[in-house]
């Protein structure tokens, strides 16, 4: 060989080693590159929002969740209670009782109490006398004012083993008499310038149905 080509030789094998070095760096980078970076997303032909639709599912599953309102139901109707217009009071109708009861007879002077009167209510077709027991109301009304006759009615019950139980009728504090033995409920209240007492049963009544009755009691006139 000539002294030339002995160099070219040499030249050659140093140079081989490098580019091969060179092409090997060359592929580690694009590789890299290749799996850190994505590929680009296509173009999309509208613009792009920034709705809700585009989050990810998690932040949709935080959102709160509506609550649905409920309609509303419809209200019974209301009893006016301890309706008093003007000093003078009238003959009194009960307004709160069971359905299908109304004023079935007037009640007579009970003897002893001239100045007392009242009315009976009850289903239809229940029978008076007797004014008094299950499935009759009796609203007994003194004129003026007082209560001797609620007492009369106090004494009856104590004698048959009566309870007292307080309550309050128009904010006055006054009880109500349970006879267990005949299932008896009296209480009795002051109406302005009339007294008044009010008998039920408890096969129809509880006591305090028997204090929302007697709050009901309102003028029938004037």
């Known amino acids: 060989m000539t002294r030339l080509t002995l160099a070219m030789r040499d030249i050659g094998a140093s140079l081989i080693p490098r580019a091969v070095r060179l092409a090997i760096l060359g592929a580690g980078v694009v590789a890299a590159c290749s799996t850190t970076i994505p590929p680009s997303a296509p173009a999309s032909d509208s613009t792009p929002s920034n709705s809700v639709s585009t989050l990810p599912s998690t932040t949709l ?29 009238f003959p009194g109708v009960v307004e709160a009782r069971p359905d299908g009861w109304f004023g079935q007879s007037e009640i007579a002077t009970p003897p002893d109490f001239p100045t007392t009167g009242g009315q009976v209510y009850g289903p239809h077709g229940v029978e008076v006398p ?6 009759r109301l009796a609203l007994y009304e003194t004129f003026p004012a007082n209560d001797a006759y609620f007492k009369s009615r106090i004494e009856q ?48 009544f509880t006591v305090q149905e028997l204090v929302d009755s007697a709050e009901s009691v309102y003028d029938c006139c004037g």
């Open 130 to 135: 007797p004014r008094e027991g299950p499935s």
């Open 157 to 204: 019950s104590r004698k048959r083993n009566g309870k007292p139980i307080a309550v309050t009728v128009c904010g006055e504090a006054t009880k109500v008499w349970l006879t267990e033995s005949t299932g008896e409920l009296i209480v009795g209240w002051t109406d302005r310038d009339k007294s008044d007492v009010l008998v039920v049963n408890t096969a129809d």
């Open 61 to 89: 599953t935080a959102l709160p969740t509506s609550t649905a309102v409920p309609t509303a139901m419809a209200l019974p109707t209301l009893i006016s209670r301890c309706v008093r217009q003007g000093s003078a009071a």
